[in-house]
């Protein structure tokens, strides 16, 4: 009996180490790695798309390019309704400022404590200048930028331009949003009513 049982552990850690050896053969899991997965994906195949070229459309949809620009501030004040367009500006246009003008120092600070928004450059001559924007929209702002540095004409129409259809653009989606939530009776988008709870269904009494 002690030579069956010896032997029957012998087979067991045999087939132990077996199963160990087969698993360090076989290709890693899928889920080990999401991210070297990603990359594998990106590397086999050309048309694997990460969302750079979408992210790029988005920072040059409107033309910042501003030559002469060394340095800019967007001071935005959290407080009243006379400042949203500074803050709008803010969140919608800093990021394509510092990436059509790498050159430049780009910040935005938003404080309570700000009286006034305003923009705060530094040209490459050396000029600052210290611009109120309270009141204004965000178009209007990104034109008082634009004509400061020196920007030409038609370059400052089209820049206008693009912000115009851009807040369009965002104000028809949001219509559409609105109107969605309207139908699902107040509910978030992608919400699902149960057969009983759809708008206009009467639940058995």
């Not at 430049?104 to 705060?120: H, I, N």
């Not at 450059?121 to 965000?138: F, S």
């Amino acid at each position: 009996s002690s030579i069956l049982s010896e032997s029957f552990a012998v087979s067991t850690h045999r087939t132990t180490w077996q199963k160990m050896l087969r698993a360090l053969a076989s290709p890693a899991p899928s889920f080990a790695s999401p991210a070297r997965s990603l990359a594998s994906r990106a590397a086999a195949s050309s048309n694997f798309d990460l969302g750079w070229d979408q992210l790029e459309r988005s920072l040059t949809a409107v033309p910042f390019a501003l030559p002469k620009l060394r340095k800019l501030e967007v001071l935005a004040s959290r407080n009243g309704a006379g400042h949203t367009g500074a803050r709008s500006f803010a969140r919608h246009h800093a990021a394509r400022i510092r990436y059509q003008n790498p050159a430049a120092e780009v910040m935005v600070r938003m404080s309570k404590q700000f009286p006034r928004s305003r923009l705060v450059l530094q040209l490459d001559t050396g000029e600052e200048q210290e611009i109120d924007v309270t009141k204004q929209r965000p178009s209007e702002i990104a034109q008082t930028l634009l004509q400061a540095t020196g920007v030409a004409d038609e370059m400052v129409e089209r820049a206008i331009a693009a912000i115009h259809d851009e807040e369009t653009a965002q104000a028809a989606t949001k219509a559409a949003e609105r109107e969605e939530r309207i139908e699902n009776g107040g509910r978030q988008r992608g919400f699902q009513f149960r057969a009983s709870e759809r708008p206009g269904v009467k639940r058995p009494s």
